[in-house]
């Protein structure tokens, strides 16, 4: 449950010449899953919450009541905004995420801070949302426990995410790499050598609290997986590295998607398969 809220501040609002003094309004229910939402994922898009809050693809009506939520709890001080442009549909959108005063009343521990945030990475902070709410959907529906961090990521090495998976065989634990820009490949294998030298070591155990794992590594299309593919075959031909393409993920998170440089023409891997 959310801490109970003292009385805040009254917050100006303006009118014509007339300055107005506004109460904060109590959070209501859908107010606060709103601001858990948000604690959960980071930053999300306006469709992206409302789709969330209804479990299903929103309607007009859904986003027109999420938005104007979205609007109240900008103005109360709960929520940050940033305009953004979708190119794939060619339009503008808001994406969202909690203020400082926001992270002070959820309960996820993991939340972050979306004030003052840089736009120049926030296309890749929402992929990253994208690939956790489509992990969180399949654990769901498969009877698998998630852990999800994303912050305090800095210990040796500097994931996107840190995530595990829990069956009824065990635990297995797995960092995420986005990588949709345009990187080189020299910079991103340099970048891959450093978790082959990290696996299994005792700095590892140190810094994480385990050994082994595996790196997911999300790219924008296939030619540019087979590209790193063939590269890494040569210099790290390792099954700990799983990767698989943006469209693969977003309509099957769960399918045999992955592919390793152990075992790049033949092997397919899935997240059902551990």
């Known amino acids: ?5 003292t009385a805040p501040e009254p917050r100006q609002k303006t009118v014509g010449r007339q300055i107005l003094k506004v109460q904060n309004a109590p959070l209501t229910r859908t107010k606060r899953q709103t601001l858990e939402l948000l604690g959960e994922y980071f930053c999300l898009r306006t469709k992206d919450v409302a789709e969330l809050l209804k479990n299903r693809l929103p309607s007009e009506n859904d986003l ?4 104007a939520k979205l609007k109240i709890l900008r103005e109360e001080g709960y929520v940050h905004r940033e305009r953004y442009f979708e190119l794939d549909v060619e339009a503008r959108t808001y994406v969202y995420g909690l203020t400082d005063k926001g992270v002070k009343v959820v309960d996820t521990e993991d939340a972050k801070s979306f004030d003052e945030h840089s736009l120049r990475t926030l296309d890749h902070e929402l992929e990253i949302s994208f690939f956790h709410i489509a992990l969180n959907r399949f654990c769901e529906q498969n009877g698998l426990t998630l852990y999800w961090q994303q912050s305090d990521l ?22 995420l790499e986005i990588e949709k820009t345009k990187k080189t490949e020299s910079a991103l294998i340099k970048k891959l050598a450093r978790y082959a030298e990290y696996y299994d070591t005792d700095q590892c155990e140190k810094d994480w609290g385990f050994r082994k794992f595996r790196v997911i590594i999300v790219q924008k299309n ?8 063939r590269e890494l075959h040569g210099k790290l031909p390792h099954k700990m590295f799983w990767l698989t393409i943006d469209p693969l993920y977003k309509k099957n998170i769960g399918g045999e ?3 390793t440089p152990a075992d790049p023409e033949k092997g397919r891997y899935s997240f059902l398969l551990l």
């Open 64 to 67: 027109r009541g999420t938005l």
């Open 257 to 259: 998607i992955f592919r």
């Open 222 to 229: 296939d030619v540019r997986r087979q590209n790193l593919l």
């Open 154 to 175: 800095k210990r040796g090495i500097h994931p996107d995410a840190l995530f595990a998976l829990t069956n009824d065989k065990g635990t297995y634990y797995f960092f």
């Open 1 to 5: 449950m959310l801490p109970t809220q």
